[in-house]
C-alpha cells in the first residue's frame, strides 16, 4: 500500500486547512487509516483515526472538536479538515494506514506511511 499526503501549508491561527491522503495499491487490506503530527525534538503523536469500512473515529483530545477526519471509498482517499487553527497545530502532519484492526495508536501499530506534509499556523 502506497500512500500520498498533500495539502500542507501556510495558514494564520484560525484559520481552516484540509489534507489528503490516497491509497493505492492493495488498499483493500487498510482496515484504519490515521493522521500522526511531529515537530522537532518530540515524538511523533496521533491526530486521529478511522476505520476504513465503517467510519469508526478517534480523536486526540488536542484536536477534537476542531478536526474532521473522513473518508471517500470510491477516490481511496482519507481527509483531514482543520479549523480553528492554532500556532501549537504546526507540524508536519503524516497518513498511515494498517490492516490490523485492533485499536492500538501508537506509531508502531501502523505499517504504511505516507511522506508528510507540513502545516505552519502563523500567528
Known amino acids: 500500500v502506497q500512500l500520498q499526503a498533500s495539502g500542507g501549508g501556510l495558514v494564520q491561527a484560525g484559520g481552516s486547512l484540509r489534507l489528503s491522503c490516497t491509497a493505492s495499491?492493495?488498499?483493500?487490506?487498510?482496515?484504519?487509516m490515521a493522521w500522526f503530527r511531529q515537530t522537532p525534538g518530540k515524538e511523533r503523536e496521533l491526530v486521529t483515526v478511522i476505520t476504513w469500512s465503517g467510519g469508526d473515529t478517534y480523536y486526540s483530545d488536542a484536536v477534537k472538536g476542531r478536526f474532521t477526519i473522513s473518508r471517500d471509498n470510491a477516490k481511496n482517499t482519507v481527509y483531514l479538515q482543520m479549523t480553528s487553527l492554532k500556532v501549537e497545530d504546526t507540524a508536519v502532519y503524516y497518513c498511515?494506514?494498517?490492516?490490523?484492526?485492533?485499536?492500538?495508536?501508537?506509531?508502531?501499530?501502523?505499517?504504511?506511511w505516507g511522506q508528510g506534509t507540513e502545516l505552519t499556523v502563523s500567528s
Open positions: 498511515a494506514g494498517t490492516g490490523a484492526s485492533s485499536w492500538g495508536i501508537r506509531p508502531t501499530d501502523f505499517g504504511y
Open positions: 495499491g492493495r488498499t483493500f487490506s487498510v482496515y484504519r
